[in-house]
């Protein structure tokens, strides 16, 4: 991606719906019809750890990141953002009582981070399984300013897969 400055969280409360309509269903980099780049990965499991300092709070289940440049013109504080449960409501429920309108940086300093990028970087996606488990865990990256890590599965047991664990219970 070229330098410049990025929002990096749930593109789907700051695209429009049509361009959001527009991103695969494949992770990777893609160009939308107006022009914009945006590059997206799947965002599963938890994130048990607040990386970066920051808490990620993706409901769409693809986390994004695009330049910021233009983003406000279009934008429009969707329903779901003035609704619903989680820390992130919170925080906007908290921001309300001194606003009437949210805006598109409010949300985005809320749910995601806005990052400054001073020369080309790669975004990418590592994932490793257990051998063993149905578990995996996600690295995501995005340049060198942010990762984040996701966990999905089993972590508390060194005992071998969840089928194992049946038969075992079966035999008994």
């Known amino acids: 991606m070229p330098k410049g400055e990025y929002y990096i969280g749930d593109l789907a409360h700051i695209l429009s719906d049509d361009l959001y309509n527009e991103l695969p269903d494949e992770p990777g980099k893609c160009t939308l019809s107006d022009g914009r ?3 997206c990965f799947k965002f599963e499991g938890c994130q048990p750890e ?4 920051i808490d990620f709070y993706v409901e769409s289940g693809m986390i994004g990141i695009t330049l910021l440049a233009g983003l406000e013109k279009d934008w429009q504080c969707p329903r779901s953002v003035l609704g619903g449960w989680g820390p992130h409501y919170n925080k906007l429920e908290e921001l309300g009582k ?4 949210f805006t598109m940086t409010d949300y985005m300093t809320i749910a995601g981070t806005i990052v400054v990028y001073d020369a080309d970087f790669e975004c990418l996606q590592i994932t490793t399984s ?20 996701t966990k999905h599965g089993r972590y508390d047991t060194d005992e ?3 089928s194992e664990s049946e038969e075992e219970v079966d035999n008994d």
């Open 98 to 101: 001194t606003r009437e309108t």
């Open 37 to 39: 780049k945006v590059v």
């Open 130 to 149: 257990h051998y063993k488990h149905d578990d995996h865990s996600t690295t995501t990256v995005f340049g060198d300013k942010v990762s984040l890590w």
């Open 50 to 53: 607040r990386d970066n300092d």
């Open 160 to 162: 071998g897969s969840g």
